[in-house]
């Protein structure tokens, strides 16, 4: 079965700082996404950053980043420069090419001042 | 432009009581999911629809029904709630392709 592990429950990190949220995933499929979703107080799923899993290239979006190895199966969220409104639950999500998105159980980050 | 919108946001049922989770999409995705998030369990797959009038079932299937009698909307029913559904349910769309899910605000399911 597919599976995707967030082994981190809960982090906290000081305002301006640098967090990384782990994730692995289990399949036997070659071409994939993956997805990095935040969900904030307000409970609304917010798209943080995607990954292709045929690109090489870890992808980048302003001051969240990823560290994609797939031979590892392994696919971590880095937040630099944290801020308060990066506090948030974090989903990492995996998409074989299915129909279905599988999704870790989530890391709650707090972001202290 | 409303994106996918969930009806109601709130409600409390007693046990055995029936209701109907609307979801409306103006994106014109072919694809509709709901999910179930429980503490510590992630989101979970209820059912999903690839297209107009087409549904399947999910990982937590049991004791929903779902229609999609037309492509915009997507309806998750109860027939008779379980304390077990108690949870916060969330609707989801996207395009064919590897595209991203966009996501409804959720709607808490409360069932004494």
């Known amino acids: 079965a597919q599976t995707v592990t967030q082994s981190q429950p809960e982090m906290s990190v000081q305002e301006a700082e640098t967090v990384t949220l782990s994730c692995t995933y289990d399949?036997?499929?070659?071409?994939?996404?993956l997805f990095w979703y935040k969900q904030p107080p307000s409970r609304q799923m917010i798209l943080v950053i995607r990954?292709?899993?045929?690109?090489?290239q870890n992808a980048t979006e302003n001051r969240f980043s990823v560290n994609f190895q797939k031979a590892a199966k392994s696919f971590s969220l880095k937040i630099s420069d944290s801020q308060l409104g990066d506090t948030a639950m974090y989903f990492c999500?995996?998409?074989?090419?299915?129909?279905?998105?599988?999704f870790g159980t989530g890391t709650r980050l707090k972001v202290l001042a | 432009n409303a994106g996918v919108t969930q009806t109601p946001k709130f409600r409390v049922l007693k046990t055995g009581q029936s209701m109907t989770l609307l979801c409306a999409q103006d994106?014109?995705?072919?694809?509709m999911y709901w999910y179930r998030q429980d503490p510590g369990m992630g989101l979970r797959l209820i059912h999903y629809?690839?297209?107009?009038?087409?549904?399947a079932k999910g990982e937590v299937p049991d004791g929903y029904n779902v229609s999609r009698l037309k492509k915009q909307n997507f309806l998750l029913g109860l027939e008779s709630a379980a304390p077990s559904q108690t949870s916060v349910y969330f609707c989801?769309?996207?395009?064919?392709?590897?595209?991203?899910?966009?996501f409804g605000e959720g709607s808490r399911l409360t069932v004494l």
């Open positions: 989801a769309t996207r395009t064919a392709g590897a595209g991203e899910l966009f």
């Open positions: 629809s690839v297209g107009e009038g087409t549904t």
């Open positions: 399949t036997s499929e070659s071409n994939y996404y």
């Open positions: 990954q292709e899993a045929y690109k090489q």
């Open positions: 999500a995996f998409y074989p090419g299915t129909y279905k998105y599988i």
């Open positions: 994106m014109n995705h072919e694809y």
